[in-house]
């Protein structure tokens, strides 16, 4: 029987704690035809040399600099083989037959081009992660949130999602996805650095015809870092910086004008609301984020995009606000929140 060669690329900068906790589960993955790859983003402590020594069977791809997560992956995977990539984070804990329900499911069907498996949180097992739950979806102005999470709010796990079922996104935490296709369309989009790169990428996808899945039938376990802390400027900037530039990218002019018009409005409003509690460095973030979006709408260059459709209709696309519906109407649940008309 035939098995596509499947090769699970971990991106490493100074995880050797991670790698020393979750490679061995890696190592242990029951598929067959796979191999294990890190590339490491110029690590100053000692994580190639434990892998060099504890891991000879690891392929390791070397990168001069910390290149951050999107370039980090691209250039990277100019050495990494195989039919499917498996983009894994080094802080995920995975089960041994995790990659066959997930690439029988894309081999059943040519048109998914991404999938991701369950995400549930490693502290709180039966409590789904914030980095992309049960799959990702994004509303009409551009907000993600996933089945089983909600901005700060991650459900509970009964099998309330358990259905393989199309997505807008699948997380970059475990994401699996044609190898082909990646190259194909450029990669992430190295301007975004990180966050968000996922989405931008399983954007184009549909754009370009492929569907984006999730496969609950495989389970993870991802430590992350849960909801993003508004002290960190650096998350803060790229996140609002990053959204701005995905919306402007991938829709239609018309609806792009009106709708980053109206985010500009809401993120002014997010803005001001923190400087008056004192947050400042969350206020300079999203005024450096709205200025260097405008750097990218009129100076730097842009990613080269061929044969991608804005007209598509995407899978996973909520065509009203979460936000209206999460902090106005009080549904905290996907279910709630899809399920209601306004």
């Known amino acids: 029987m035939y098995r596509p060669k499947v090769s699970i ?45 504890q891991y000879p069977a690891v392929k390791i791809v070397l990168l001069t600099k910390n290149y951050g997560f999107a370039k980090g ?31 029988s499911l894309m081999e ?26 049960a799959g990702g979806w994004l509303d009409y102005l551009g907000y993600p949130f996933a089945r089983g999470r909600i901005f700060d709010t991650c459900e509970k796990d009964e099998g309330q999602y358990d259905d393989a079922a199309p997505v807008f996104w699948a997380s970059g935490a475990a ?22 790169e996922e989405i931008d990428l399983c954007w184009r996808m549909q754009l370009a015809g492929f569907q984006v899945y999730v496969c609950p039938q495989s389970v993870v376990y991802h430590v992350g870092g849960g909801t993003l802390p508004k002290g960190n400027s650096r998350k803060v900037f790229l996140n609002f910086r990053n959204n701005l530039v995905m919306m402007a990218k991938n829709l239609p002019a018309g609806q792009a004008i009106i709708k980053i018009a109206y985010r500009f409005w809401l993120d002014a409003v997010s803005a001001f609301k923190s400087l008056a509690a004192g947050e400042v460095t969350y206020f300079v973030a999203v005024v450096k984020a709205h200025v260097a979006f405008l750097y990218w709408l009129f100076v730097h260059p842009k990613m080269e995009r ?31 929140i899809v399920a209601t008309k306004c």
Not at 308 to 318: A, H, I, S, V, W
């Open 108 to 133: 059943s069907d040519k048109s998914i081009g991404a999938c991701q498996p369950k995400l549930r949180q490693y502290q709180h097992r039966e409590l789904f992660e914030y980095a992309g739950a």
């Open 73 to 103: 992956y691209n250039e990277g995977l100019k050495e990494v083989g195989g039919d499917y990539y498996v983009l894994l984070n080094s802080d995920v804990e995975v089960e041994a037959g995790w990659v066959e329900p997930v690439i």
């Open 175 to 196: 994401m699996f996805v044609r190898a082909e296709l990646y190259h194909r369309l450029g990669g992430f989009d190295e301007f975004f650095f990180a966050h968000q």
């Open 306 to 336: 061929k044969g991608l459709d804005k007209r598509k209709k995407l899978k996973g696309y909520l065509h009203k606000s979460v936000v209206w519906s999460y902090f106005v109407r009080g549904k905290k649940t996907f279910e709630k």
């Open 9 to 53: 690329v971990i991106l490493n900068w100074n995880g050797r704690r991670y790698l020393e906790q979750f490679l061995p589960g890696v190592m242990h993955t029951t598929y067959v035809n796979k191999e294990v790859v890190v590339i490491d983003n110029a690590s100053t402590d000692d994580s190639v040399e434990f892998l060099r020594e």
